[in-house]
């Protein structure tokens, strides 16, 4: 797949300048390497986030058309907004054919229900690497690397080593082991098992039953003494008869 852009000249640098730009809907960049110096440069702001969209934007050969003339470029680093979906800032590297580059290529994982971990056991395959420093020469760039999961089993992982490389093209190593690329295992199910917590009241004993009965039937008659003892005795009302009567009798003796 060949893309191509249009880019323009920048004379000024600087936030404020930088800001500007983005407000017209430009996105503020560079291009550099090769014999030229490096040089300012700006593009479209809409039409950079809308090729940034496609995967092998990131790892092809791209033409660039500046001041009327086309130049191979590789896009090299994407400056983003923390929040807004805005470019801030975009490299480019100038291409030479004769000069092997150094760039990540995007790995692509195939069959993968078709293996024996997917087919046998409820296995995760887990993919441990999304891309893979390549070293190549501009013509021998491929937008990505295909990983074939069919014979991938439980317990087995496969290597860089193990990887079919496009001709022309070899992965950089970075130590004397080969990273993994891919593995299938199975899941470990850890169960944790939480203690009751103690309930407030204890279940009594039957000699608690037996003792507690007895202690209350102890109880009860010296309460009940207590409120007799302590209940005061109110005085009677007089009766209004014997009132009368009193009365009546005094008056006859008078």
């Known amino acids: 797949m060949q893309f191509e852009f249009t880019a323009f000249a920048r004379a000024t640098e600087g936030r404020g300048a930088s800001r500007r730009l983005r407000r017209g809907g430009r996105a503020p960049g560079i291009v550099y390497g090769g014999i030229a110096a490096p040089q300012p ?3 479209d702001h809409n039409a950079l986030v809308h090729a940034l969209r496609n995967e092998a934007f990131h790892s092809s050969i791209l033409t660039m058309k500046l001041d009327g003339t086309a130049q191979q470029v590789l896009l090299r680093d ?17 291409v030479e054919e004769n000069r092997k580059i150094h760039i990540k290529v995007p790995l692509h994982f195939t069959h993968a229900e078709d293996s ?7 296995a995760i395959i887990s993919h441990v690497l999304t891309e893979l420093d390549v070293s190549c020469l501009p013509k021998d760039l491929p937008q990505f690397i295909e990983v074939n ?3 991938l089993a439980v317990g087995q992982s496969i290597h860089v080593s193990d990887l079919t490389l496009p001709p022309g093209v070899a992965a950089v190593a970075r130590g ?10 199975i899941p470990r199910i850890i169960v944790e098992v939480e203690e009751a917590p103690p309930t407030e009241e204890a279940v009594p004993t039957e000699e608690g039953v037996v003792a507690g009965e007895a202690a209350a039937g102890e109880k009860e008659p010296e309460e009940g003494g207590d409120k007799a003892e302590k209940a005061p005795e109110k005085p009677g009302k007089p009766d209004k008869g014997a009132e009368r009567t009193e009365k009546a009798g005094g008056k006859e003796k008078k």
């Open 41 to 43: 440069i700006e593009v």
């Open 78 to 94: 994407v400056q983003m907004h923390p929040f807004r979906h805005e470019v801030l800032h975009v490299d480019f590297q100038r």
């Open 116 to 122: 024996p971990a997917a087919k046998t056991t409820d």
């Open 149 to 151: 999961l069919s014979a």
């Open 176 to 185: 004397p082991v080969s990273p993994v690329v891919a593995t299938a295992v």
